[in-house]
């Protein structure tokens, strides 16, 4: 067992662990940031995909010995009461349907906004190839209109069940 | 109705199992006093509303949501028939309470047909309270006051919020549910629009709980391990070793139980046999995944599945030229095949056994106490399940605990797709529950969820047909060849007798013939009529093109008549709905308009789940055989729409599911063994091949019906039909990557 030190979502938290234990699993079960979903295991569908130093990577393959640098996961995207537009788009648009992969999708397409705020169809398919969903058309038509959304201040309810 | 009395009836809507619905009044002594006890001091207006007095409204959902939005749907229902404003509602998940709540399960598009009446029995029962309550507040006579935008709107203008007269109105007499009238349709202004999801929030905010996101005090984790052969058991491990891995608690064998299978609900086939294997029980998930992928078990393969998708394809073929066994419509076609000025065609189909791949693994946690000499044993479950209900009888079944003993929580499902209807996953939890000290949450890994998948059931159709020289259908001779457990055809597999060919296509015989196996097969969104669409609409487009006619007018030819195939059977196919999706779905794809050079067109029309669906699929297909789904033109029927958005949200799931699995998936296995391990070798569409789809809706005036899955059969025949007008080549079987076609 080592001690480590992450950033995640601005907060600073030191974690003992095996080093070898992917960063999913720290966030689900130590941080208890359920937000991160496990989907293969192998970085195959995205559901687990998180921001390291604004950039999406799949967290279920990174050994907490490589995180290099401050995390960002679902729960930390809306800051100081507003939306991500990205959220505010799903929203809009009424994007989720079962919902397990949105975290996974939305930080895909975060981190591409984030350095390509006008993207092409084709930077989009590129992408948000790595993230699978059996439904979701929507999530396109999301990814596509986000530039037109303003940031929204943060409403509606929110019932924690 | 103003009997003071009849407040203490206690509405209660429980299922038949045909799948009609009933509402009853209870009068016995426990019911009535738990009905007042629940009204003293109360919000609660019936089982379903809750009004508080700054007039937040709540509206409980007794559905378990997989992503169908039926907790958006049956609320809004509700909300509509009782006056509320959309803006104040808040939906909540219900308890599971069968009691209270009737049948609380998700399965075969029923959810809207089954529900409809009675949630809006919920809906108008509550505004006749709220109405009673203005009424006594205001002096004046109810039919002067009206329920809307949450208030009660007296004639003169004077109003009275929903949440000024919450107090008042727990108090009025509950409504007898036979003197309630309904909205007039023309009226609502909630069913029928677009309503977002009620979670969605939470969703992209990453804090709605799924059954894997669960966690109780003191929580252990677990992890299970089956023989890779179905029906293996565990005889040792190396449980050292394992037990010296970082945070594993415990490793132990659990032995195989029959009991856990035995269901009391015959017209569910949602409980299995808990299968043997090592469980091991740690600190978090990924020591006890670390742990599992470290185990060496020494398995017991004597009674374990030796089944093999090559053979299953050689036994198939040999019955295929032989006539079929059952005989499941008999109308003489051997003299119209023989005859000479006919043209006869005859085609063999196939399609695979795919898996479900629920983006949410299977999960359950559960927190058994085992009773002291004061104490009775108690169970509290979490569950992600199309029926939570039903996990009780397996707690029943494995450890002896009554109903009374076991608590459900039923949780947001990650994708359901029929299943979660199957709750192997669950007794596996609650036989390591029975081992551990404080509550335990059993994650399976993704492979574990394809290995130990209750599959779509794989299977054959040899087809044959005739056409006469003036290129009418004469004579249609199918032979279904599938798939059985001890001689009892599996779930999804062989014909039900609803479909096109066993109740509308004149001069048919049908036949079915069944290979037994073992692998575990179970619902997949819109079992049968997945696949038998497929070879039905693909086999009718090949006898069009063999009759020299257009599809369309060959297809409303077929159909005959405006007629419904059973009388006053919704779940019965009606040619004239059928007619018109196939014309509408055609007129607004531009059916026959001139394509670019490696374009083509294809349709399909399904009936199945009380829908009718026609789709037009526009396919480019390039001279390497890559092929691309430009766009999907949907016509549906399925009555009056609830949610927009959710209806059209469902339709475009089906579409892409339907693409994705017809286009890539395929599971095999070899002596038992399921050779597919993880989405590596098992893809899900990705977003590049994402087809436009353009949907269309119907709404006619008869009953609202479910949505979930009808959407999803027609795709596959209209893409290869598609392939066919734009190649010239013929599909007949799935995945289309099997037939040297790739999706782009």
Redesign the interface.
């Known amino acids: 067992?080592q001690t480590y030190q992450l950033t995640v979502n601005g907060e600073s938290h030191t974690t003992t662990s095996?080093p070898d234990?992917?960063l999913l699993?720290i966030l689900?079960?130590?941080l208890?940031?359920?937000?991160?979903?496990?989907?293969?295991?192998?970085a195959?569908?995205g559901?687990c995909t998180v921001h390291i130093n604004g950039a999406a990577v799949r967290s279920c393959v990174l050994p907490i010995s490589g995180v290099s640098g401050p995390i960002t996961?679902?729960?930390g995207?809306?800051k100081n009461g507003l939306?991500h537009p990205?959220?505010s788009a799903?929203?809009e648009h009424?994007?989720?349907?079962?919902?397990?992969?949105?975290?996974g999708q939305?930080m895909s397409a975060a981190a591409m906004l984030a350095v390509n705020p006008r993207p092409t169809d084709a930077d989009?398919?590129t992408a948000?190839?790595g993230?699978?969903?059996?439904?979701?058309?929507?999530?396109?038509f999301g990814a596509r209109f986000i530039q037109l959304q303003e940031a929204i201040v943060l409403k509606?309810?929110?019932?924690?069940? | 109705m103003n009997n003071v009395l009849t407040r203490r009836h206690f509405l209660k809507a429980s299922a038949l199992t045909s799948g009609g619905l009933m509402l009853e009044i209870t009068l016995s002594g426990a019911a009535l006093g738990e009905a007042l006890g629940t009204l003293v001091g109360s919000k609660e207006l019936n089982a379903w509303v809750q009004i508080s007095s700054s007039g937040e409204i709540t509206i409980y959902s007794s559905v378990p949501e997989?992503?169908?939005?039926i907790k958006t749907a049956l609320p809004m229902i509700i909300a509509e028939e009782m006056g509320a404003s959309w803006d104040d509602v808040?939906v909540?998940?219900a308890d599971v309470d069968s009691a209270r709540y009737g049948l609380q399960g998700a399965g075969g598009s029923t959810s809207i047909p089954r529900n409809f009446d009675s949630m809006r029995t919920m809906g108008a029962s509550a505004r006749e309270m709220l109405i009673g309550a203005a009424s006594e507040a205001l002096e004046v006579d109810r039919a002067e006051l009206e329920a809307k935008d949450s208030q009660v709107i007296h004639l003169s203008g004077e109003r009275l919020s929903f949440g000024a007269l919450a107090a008042l109105a727990v108090r009025q007499p509950v409504p007898d549910p036979a003197t309630l009238s309904f909205k007039d349709p023309k009226a609502y202004t909630i069913i029928g629009t677009?309503?977002?999801?009620v979670?969605?929030?939470?969703?992209?905010?990453?804090?709605?709980?799924?059954g894997?996101?669960v966690?109780v005090p003191n929580m252990r984790?677990a992890a299970y391990a089956r023989c890779p052969r179905l029906g293996g058991t565990a005889i040792n491990f190396n449980e050292q070793a394992i037990r010296a891995l970082?945070?594993v608690l415990d490793a132990f064998i659990l032995a195989p139980d029959a009991r856990t299978g035995q269901s009391s609900m015959s017209f569910l086939d949602g409980l299995a046999a808990l299968q043997g294997g090592v469980a091991i029980v740690g600190e978090?998930?990924?020591s006890v995944?670390?742990a599992k992928s470290q185990l060496l078990v020494v398995w017991d393969e004597s009674e374990a599945s030796t089944d093999s998708w090559p053979e299953m394809k050689i036994e198939a073929q040999r019955l295929a030229g032989m006539s079929g066994g059952e005989v499941k419509r008999d109308h003489p076609v051997e003299a119209a095949l023989a005859e000479p000025n006919n043209k006869v065609l005859e085609a063999f189909y196939e399609f695979p056994y795919v898996a479900h791949?629920?983006?949410?693994?299977m999960n359950c946690t559960v927190h058994y106490s085992a009773g002291t000499t004061s104490t009775a044993a108690r169970m509290e479950v979490w569950v992600p399940s199309q029926f939570p209900g039903q996990v009780k009888e397996i707690a029943k079944n494995l450890l002896g605990l009554s109903e009374a003993q076991v608590t459900v929580n039923m949780t947001?499902?990650?994708?359901?797709?029929g299943r979660r209807a199957v709750h192997d996953f669950v007794a596996e939890a609650m036989a390591i529950a029975a081992r551990t000290e404080g509550p335990v949450k059993l994650?399976w890994?993704?492979t574990d969820d394809i290995h130990q998948d209750f599959f779509r059931v794989g299977g054959f159709e040899n087809m044959k047909a005739a056409v006469s020289p003036e290129g009418k259908l004469v004579a249609w001779d199918q032979h279904y060849i599938g798939f059985a457990h001890q001689g009892k055809a599996v779930i999804g597999s062989g014909l039900w007798g609803n479909e096109f060919s066993m109740t509308a296509l004149p001069n048919a015989r049908v036949t079915q013939s069944l290979i037994d196996i073992k692998t575990h097969c179970g619902a997949w969104r819109a079992p049968g009529a997945n696949t038998n669409a497929f070879v039905e609409q693909s086999f009718l487009h090949e006898l069009s093109v063999l009759a020299g006619r257009d599809h369309v007018e060959f297809l409303i030819e077929l159909m005959g008549e405006r007629r419904w195939l059973s009388d006053g059977n919704i779940n019965a196919l009606n040619t004239g709905r059928a007619i018109d999706v196939i014309q509408l779905a055609a007129t607004k794809a531009g059916w026959g308009k001139p394509m670019p050079a490696g374009w083509g067109q294809g349709l399909a029309f399904y009936f199945c789940h009380a829908a009718h669906i026609a789709e037009v699929a526009d396919v480019y297909v390039d001279a390497n055989q890559n092929f691309k789904v430009g766009k999907v033109t949907v016509a549906v029927d399925v009555g009056p729409i609830i949610n927009m958005?959710?209806a059209i949200?469902?339709v475009?799931?089906?579409?892409?599911?339907g693409l994705?699995t017809m286009a890539l998936q395929q599971i095999t296995m070899t002596n038992g063994r399921i050779n597919q391990d993880?989405?590596?070798q098992y893809q899900?569409m990705?977003?590049?091949a994402?087809p436009a789809?353009e949907v269309h809706f119907i709404q006619s005036d008869y009953q609202s019906t479910g949505l979930g899955e009808p959407a999803l059969p027609p795709l596959a025949p209209a893409v290869t039909n598609a392939i066919f007008a734009a190649t010239g080549q013929r599909i007949r079987s799935m995945p289309l990557s099997q037939e040297g076609f790739t999706l782009v």
């Not at chain 1, 359920?34 to 989907?39: A, D, R």
């Not at chain 1, 009424?94 to 975290?103: K, R």
């Not at chain 1, 993230?131 to 396109?140: A, D, K, P, T």
């Not at chain 2, 997989?66 to 939005?69: D, K, R």
Request: charged residues 20%; contains cysteine; aromatic residues 8%.
């Open positions: 067992m095996e234990k992917p699993w689900r079960d130590q208890k940031l359920k937000g991160t979903k496990y989907g293969c295991g192998i195959q569908c559901a996961t679902i729960e995207l809306a939306l990205l959220q799903w929203i009424d994007v989720p349907q079962c919902g397990y992969c949105q975290a939305i989009i398919d948000m190839a993230n699978y969903c059996r439904v979701v058309l929507m999530f396109v509606g309810r929110l019932k924690h069940e | 997989m992503g169908q939005g808040t909540l998940t677009a309503v977002g999801g979670d969605n929030l939470g969703i992209v905010l990453g804090q709605s709980k799924f894997i996101d966690d984790y970082p945070g978090d998930t990924w995944l670390n791949v629920c983006m949410e693994p947001r499902m990650g994708g359901g797709f994650t890994t993704r958005s959710g949200s469902q475009q799931g089906a579409i892409i599911d994705s993880n989405f590596d899900v990705r977003i590049g994402t789809i």
